[in-house]
């Protein structure tokens, strides 16, 4: 029994990728999202069975807060991480060994015999 939704008919109101598969299992997201606006289907999960119904479909809708910050991270990740595997550094030697002045913090000494 889901008494999750049991007050409101059962119905789950909007949901986006990723939002059920740890609640009700993959199988009924996975079902869920192939369906169409209109169609009804049961699905079988952790021994569980569910009916579930496509009321309607909206591609552009507003993410949830937690679907959008997951998001907004997993992106940031995956830029970042392309960021690092193309990014080249290259050094150009503007000036020959013996042009480079001595480093000022370095004391230098004269070592005689």
């Given at each position: 029994t889901?008494?999750t939704t049991?007050?409101?008919?059962?119905?789950?109101g909007?949901?986006?990728?990723?939002?059920?598969a740890s609640?009700y299992?993959?199988?009924?997201e996975d079902?869920?999202?192939?369906?169409?606006?209109?169609e009804?289907?049961?699905?079988e999960?952790?021994g569980?069975?569910y009916?579930?119904?496509v009321?309607?479909?909206?591609?552009?809708?507003?993410?949830?807060?937690?679907?959008?910050?997951?998001?907004r991270s997993?992106?940031?990740?995956?830029?970042l991480?392309?960021?690092?595997?193309s990014?080249?550094?290259?050094?150009?030697?503007?000036l020959a060994?013996?042009?480079?002045?001595?480093d000022?913090?370095?004391?230098q000494t004269q070592?005689?015999?």
């Amino acid at each position: 029994t889901d008494t999750t939704t049991a007050e409101q008919g059962g119905d789950l109101g909007w949901v986006t990728t990723g939002q059920l598969a740890s609640r009700y299992g993959q199988a009924v997201e996975d079902e869920l999202f192939a369906l169409s606006p209109g169609e009804m289907t049961t699905v079988e999960s952790d021994g569980m069975f569910y009916v579930i119904q496509v009321l309607d479909r909206d591609e552009n809708g507003p993410l949830p807060e937690g679907v959008l910050t997951q998001r907004r991270s997993s992106a940031l990740t995956d830029w970042l991480a392309e960021r690092k595997a193309s990014s080249e550094v290259q050094i150009e030697r503007l000036l020959a060994d013996d042009q480079i002045p001595p480093d000022p913090f370095v004391t230098q000494t004269q070592v005689g015999g």
